[in-house]
């Protein structure tokens, strides 16, 4: 029997991402993890099924945004569907068109995590906490993913940035990341 590793959707602030080269690198509080999601396409003219599993993480623009983002989940998770199936349906009908049977999966794996840059420590070693001046404006927080070259993953996670600020208003997302997605057709094993 094997057993795989799972993540439960904001199972925890600043928990150890799992997996490859991000191993050990602590997730900021302000990234929110998802459930993972999941769907089929199906091509009914051309007996074709798809299914596409990936990992969304939220990027939020503050902590306090996690209450308001796990309290609407499902909704977004609906959302994300719908732009799952009509982002992939033209590129299944490609595929199951031009290319040959059984190079059609796609499979992502986004780049590693970066690691937070170190604090800055006073003579006694203890962290110096810098106070933005009045009217500056607060350090952004840092984040940890860094740019992916996919065109494909690119134009999705545009395109479910822009369902975020449809849905949970603009502001609150600051990106969207696919941290893996996974490809297959069924009926050709």
Known sequence: MVQAPFAHASSGEGKAAEGGESAGVALP??????EKVVTSIVLPQDRMIRQIAADVW???TAVEHRALVSRIQPKLLNAFLRDFQRYFYRDTKYRAEKVEKGKRGYHYEAPSLLTPPKPKLDEDGKEIKEEPAEGDEAKPLFSPFKPT???IIIGLQ??????CDKILGPGIVKSVQIRGL???WPNER
């Open 182 to 184: 996974f490809d297959q």
């Open 158 to 163: 545009n395109r479910l940035k822009a369902t």
């Open 149 to 151: 070259t996919d065109r």
């Open 29 to 34: 509080a302000h990234v929110f993890e998802l």
């Open 58 to 60: 939220l990027e939020l």
